[in-house]
């Protein structure tokens, strides 16, 4: 299929297949209405309606250009400066995407990991810390406190307790990746946004970062943006597919990895696209 | 990538196909045989059994390495766990394939009982055409023509119950007929039960197609009931 990057073509002859998460253990914490990105005058997204189920992890994927990392950076404002974002993204019952939220307390909700790790050139301990004490949190017993339990969670504790004054650059890909999630959760989020984050780490820290992010779900929403479908399998409870900016289809991950209703869903699951 | 996995899948069918032909064509040997009495031909089954499970151990095999090496999903998946599946009630179906064929050498020269002959005879048309309309819908992928002929295998099932009450009855006759009916009842058997392989290869088409796993043979319903 000839994949255009100008979205007006072909899309209403897509057929779309949206089921959204409606588990009442899992209620929606965030979701999306009527949310159209452009860039310039060119629209990135056109349709992104979807709602996010609490405590679950949603993979959100698709070829590249689609549109997904896009939508990702848009949860928690990271476009504003490069693109513009309209229709809302309910969080709690508040539209942040208003141009009164303070947008730096919302990031505080709604953390981000990036695709490549990006500690601070700092020692350990302070890649953690650094948010807390702008947040005034000074109090060291506070902080070590804090530390410990971020990395805990990220499953790092073990490896650098004894050498968290040591600069954070040292650190290995996973374990900086890993370090990063500590740093993004150190902040008590309910949201943890991830782009692509195994894409720089080889198959064992790859590996251990899904088994934190499986850990991670107890205490947050995960939405992740991957291009490893056996990734989205393996973690996800929910899938996005996106095409061309637009969300063809939406559903449990068994669904879309066994039985997806949109043909091109499955050609792209199957690595049988283009 | 994709190209090979194509070229493996399309290989997978071939032989899959390959086999069923090959599970059809004894299922009527063996009836012909128990027909016609033929024991040489009963005989001569039973020596080759062995192919099909030789067959049967290649498949699972192939299959268990693409699923390894490929990690196949969607309708991939759903083509590679039909055949994985298939294969076995293929095998199955084979078995009892083999056991008609020594009941036909068991049978010998005994008097045979017309009217379980021609009841019998009925089975075995209405069985062979099953397991070559099921490889048929297999290659169509045609998961209305499966449903349908899942419908057919009550048929098979009320033919084998009249067959039992049957061979009761003759042999309540006259006991001579005892060893001669119960070889009977278990043809019938035979035959009924490869009808119901024959229907699970059906769901295994209807999930091919649709990813629903659905329960088409009528003696599972009534137990599920």
Not at chain 1, 227 to 238: D, K, L, P
Not at chain 2, 40 to 60: G, P
Not at chain 2, 188 to 205: F, H, K, M, P
């Amino acid at each position: 299929m000839f994949l255009s990057n100008d979205i007006t073509q072909n899309t209403e002859m897509l057929d779309r297949h949206v089921v959204q998460p409606a588990d009442p253990q899992h209620p929606t914490i965030l979701s999306t209405e009527d949310l159209h990105v452009y860039y310039g005058k060119k629209e990135a997204i056109a349709e992104g309606d979807l709602r996010f189920a609490s405590n679950q992890i949603t993979a959100l994927i698709g070829p590249s250009g689609s549109g997904k990392s896009t939508f990702l950076r848009s949860l928690n404002r990271m476009n504003d400066r490069i693109a513009t974002v309209t229709g809302r993204i309910m969080y709690r019952g508040v539209d942040i995407n208003q141009p009164d939220i303070d947008v730096y307390e919302m990031r505080r909700r709604v953390g981000m990991v990036f695709q490549r790790p990006n500690p601070f050139a700092k020692s350990i301990y302070d890649n953690i810390a650094f948010a807390l004490r702008l947040r005034g949190v000074t109090d060291k017993h506070a902080l070590d406190e804090i530390v410990e339990t971020s990395l805990k969670q990220a499953a790092l504790w073990n490896q650098v307790k004894d050498d968290l004054n040591k600069s954070a650059l040292a650190l290995s890909g996973g374990q900086a990746q890993r370090l990063c999630i500590a740093r993004a959760i150190a902040v008590k989020p309910d949201i943890l946004l991830l782009d692509e984050p195994a894409s720089a780490l080889d198959p064992v820290s790859t590996s251990q970062l899904e088994d934190t992010l499986l850990e991670l779900k107890q205490h947050y929403s995960i939405i992740i943006v991957t291009h490893n479908m056996q990734q989205a399998g393996r973690i996800s409870e929910y899938t996005a597919f996106f095409n061309q900016g637009r969300v063809l289809e939406y559903d449990t991950t068994s669904h879309i990895f066994t039985n997806p209703q949109v043909q091109v869903t499955s050609d792209y699951v199957s690595g049988n696209f283009g | 990538m994709r190209r090979l996995f194509d070229d493996e899948l399309a290989e997978l069918d071939a032989d899959f196909t390959e086999m069923g032909m090959l599970v059809s064509e004894v299922v009527q040997q063996a009836v012909d045989a128990f027909m016609n009495r033929d024991a040489v031909a009963a005989q001569k089954l039973i020596d080759h059994d062995h192919e099909i499970n030789q067959r049967e151990i290649s498949l699972e095999q192939k299959t268990f390495e693409m699923i390894a090496l490929y990690q196949p999903v969607t309708t991939d998946l759903r083509e590679i766990v039909t055949i994985l599946k298939a294969v076995s009630e293929l095998e199955r179906a084979a078995d009892h394939a083999r056991n008609v064929a020594h009941s036909a050498i068991k049978f010998g020269s005994k008097q045979k009982i017309p009217v379980l002959e021609q009841l019998i005879g009925e089975m075995s048309q209405i069985t062979t055409q099953m397991i070559r309309e099921v490889l048929a819908a297999y290659v169509n992928k045609d998961d209305q023509a499966a449903r349908v002929l899942a419908e057919v295998d009550r048929k098979l099932d009320q033919l084998n119950h009249q067959i039992r009450a049957d061979s009761y009855q003759q042999m309540r006759l006259d006991p001579a007929f005892e060893t001669g009916a119960s070889i009977y009842l278990n043809v019938a058997q035979d035959l009924s039960r490869i009808g119901d392989y024959v229907t699970n290869v059906c769901e295994w088409i209807v999930y091919l197609k649709s990813g629903q796993i659905v329960e088409l043979n009528p003696a599972n319903a009534d137990n599920a009931n």
